[in-house]
């Protein structure tokens, strides 16, 4: 484990004690996970009320539920990079049987599409629940009870059928493929469908007026495992996490988990606190945004969130259906752990030359009236606007031939600089997404 504090460690422990107790969980872990993997994790009260005091550990496997969703979304996302489908591409192209017509795959991943939340049947009432064709027939049935992007409605339905699509283009069933894609990679041996035997939480109901617990029954989902069928342990969930802070090519992209990190739908108009992406939650507190999702089964509620620009993340287990907030306890334990125990800064390097195409650029421009600075950094030009914010990163640019140069990242990010010199050579204006950049301030028109 990545070191913390004792005194963060202590810190730690009581407040996953305090939730155990306040919550009358039968059982907690809190997990925290750093600098590529799990950095500490503490359990709370009972595994299982047979062996009461004994708490559950890091290896203990809970029930996961909706953070299958993740899996599956970043299953979606790998196929969507082989071309072998679009975001813009309809259920009734992927699953020709679907009579819903026009509902995209972008909004299935971001709750965006106004289908009912359940398959039809009463399946929380009845336990029983559909099979692989039973879901796609009953996805027929269902209602589309909202407008398409007018507000988030949660759909476990939804996210059932996405892992239909994920089983139907990638040819084998939606367990094999997100082991085979994911959990194998990552090496998350205890990462299954259901319990796999081993070390495991038992779940339980709390009663308001009593404290006497009642075992909750393990469910078979059927094909809605792949909206919240999967069961795991902190070991596990931290490095998914880590994988979600620093994505590997083998699972997928940095570029497309950034993309699938950005903001589809606000979910929480009033106070813009919570919104979903391609998959995943985007959780807001004070100016730090952690992006993970929940999870809710009977006898299990839990979370993994992660603070991506850190790479630190905090795991909440809880072996009770009626449990405290499970990405409150979460997200407590990542910022009392970036206020406390903060990793130390990468130390400053310096560069080993300036290109000396570069050599003229450099240093202060005007556009639209504002002085932008233009750098080097180990060799890349950079350009940052002048008492910018320090949360707000960059534009790093890319050249692309002589004098031209592609925005990469940051400000204008995907559009042109282009540099334009006297018979001397020396930089005399620059035209940046269109915009004229002078060494003096000018007004728009004023060179003219």
Known sequence: ??????????????????????????????AVARAGS???????????????????????????????????????MALRDEGKLSLDDTVE??????????????????????????????????????????????????ERVGKPHHRVHYSNLVFSMLGEIVARIDGRPWYDAIKARILDPLEMRRTTVGMDGGPAATGYYVPPYSDVPVQEKLLDLGALNAC?????????????????????????????VDEMCQVQLMADMERWQLAFGLGFMLLRLGDRVFVGHDGGMPGHITSTFVHRPSGTAGIALFNSTSSPAPSALATDLVIKVLEDDPLPDDPWMPGTAVPP?????????????????????SGILEAAGLGAPAHLKPAVFARISEDTYRTVSGREAGELLRITRDPTGTPTKLHWATYLCTRQPLAFGEHL
């Open 93 to 142: 192209k992927l699953i020709p049987e679907s009579k819903h017509e026009g509902i995209t795959v972008r909004q299935m991943l971001s709750h965006a599409s106004g289908m009912q939340r359940e398959p039809v049947g009463d399946v929380w009432d009845l336990m029983k629940f559909p099979d692989r064709e039973e879901l796609v027939s009953g996805w027929n049935e269902a």
């Open 1 to 30: 484990m990545t070191d913390i504090s004792a005194g963060t460690q202590t810190a730690l422990t009581r407040i996953v004690s305090e939730r155990q107790t306040k919550g009358r969980v039968p059982g907690v872990v809190g």
């Open 357 to 377: 195409e570069l050599e003229g650029v450099l240093g202060t421009w005007f556009s639209e009236g504002r002085p932008f600075i233009f750098s080097v950094k």
């Open 228 to 256: 919240g069928g999967l069961a795991s342990t902190a070991e596990d969930l931290a490095k998914w996490a880590m994988f979600v802070a620093d994505p590997v090519d083998e699972v997928l992209s940095k570029d497309t």
């Open 38 to 76: 799990l950095a500490w994790s503490q359990g709370a009260g009972s595994a299982d009320l047979g062996s009461p005091g004994v708490p559950p550990t890091a290896d203990s496997q809970f029930l996961i539920a909706s953070q299958s969703k993740t899996l599956t979304a970043v299953a979606i």
